[in-house]
C-alpha cells in the first residue's frame, strides 16, 4: 500500500447509491487511473506548478443521478487542493478495457477543469491506459445511500453542488 505523504495525488472514492451496490469494477478502475498519473513524472512535474502539496480528489459515482458538467466544488485548504467531482457511470456489461479507458477520460476532464480553475499550463499528455489490476489493493469507497428526492426536485436529475461538497464530511 502507497504512503499518502509520498504522492501529489490522493483519491477519495464515494457512490451514491439507492439499491446499496456499489460500481466496484468502475471505482477500481478510477482509482488505477488515478495512481497511473500520480506516478508519472510528467503530470508530477505540472502539478508542482501550482505550488500545492497535493491533491484531494473526491470521485462520486451514481447511475440515475449525474451532477451537470463541468461543474465541480474546487477548493483550497491549506496546502492541498479539494476537488470533488461526480462521475458517470459507464453502460452496464462494459469490460476491463472500457472501463480504463472510460475513467482515464473522465479522470483527464477532472484536471481539465482543475487546470482552469487554477489558471495552470495545458495539461501533459494522459499514459496511456491500462487494464486495472488483477488483485488491486482494498479501494477504500464510502458508499452512502441517497435521501428521497423531494417531488419538486425530481425533474432536477442530477447531485447539487451542496450534496457532492458534503459527500465526504
Not at 38 to 45: F, H, K
Amino acid at each position: 500500500m502507497r504512503n499518502m505523504d509520498e504522492f501529489w495525488l490522493h483519491p477519495r472514492l464515494g457512490t451514491a447509491t439507492r439499491d446499496g451496490q456499489a460500481p466496484w469494477h468502475y471505482l477500481v478502475a478510477l482509482q488505477h487511473a488515478v495512481q497511473t498519473l500520480d506516478a508519472d513524472p510528467s503530470w508530477q512535474q505540472w502539478w508542482q506548478v501550482s505550488g500545492l502539496d497535493g491533491c484531494e480528489l473526491g470521485i462520486v459515482t451514481e447511475g440515475r443521478l449525474d451532477h451537470l458538467r463541468p461543474s465541480a466544488d474546487i477548493r483550497r485548504v491549506d496546502d492541498l487542493l479539494r476537488a470533488n467531482f461526480t462521475c458517470e457511470l459507464p453502460p452496464a456489461g462494459a469490460g476491463p478495457e472500457e472501463l480504463a479507458r472510460r475513467a482515464t477520460t473522465e479522470i483527464r476532464t477532472m484536471f481539465a477543469v482543475i487546470r482552469e480553475a487554477m489558471a495552470l499550463p495545458d495539461l501533459p499528455p494522459t499514459p496511456e491506459p491500462s487494464a486495472t489490476p488483477a488483485n488491486p489493493d482494498d479501494v477504500p469507497i464510502t458508499a452512502k445511500s441517497l435521501p428521497s428526492i423531494p417531488r419538486e426536485l425530481e425533474h432536477q436529475g442530477y447531485l447539487t453542488l451542496t450534496q457532492v461538497q458534503d459527500f465526504f464530511g
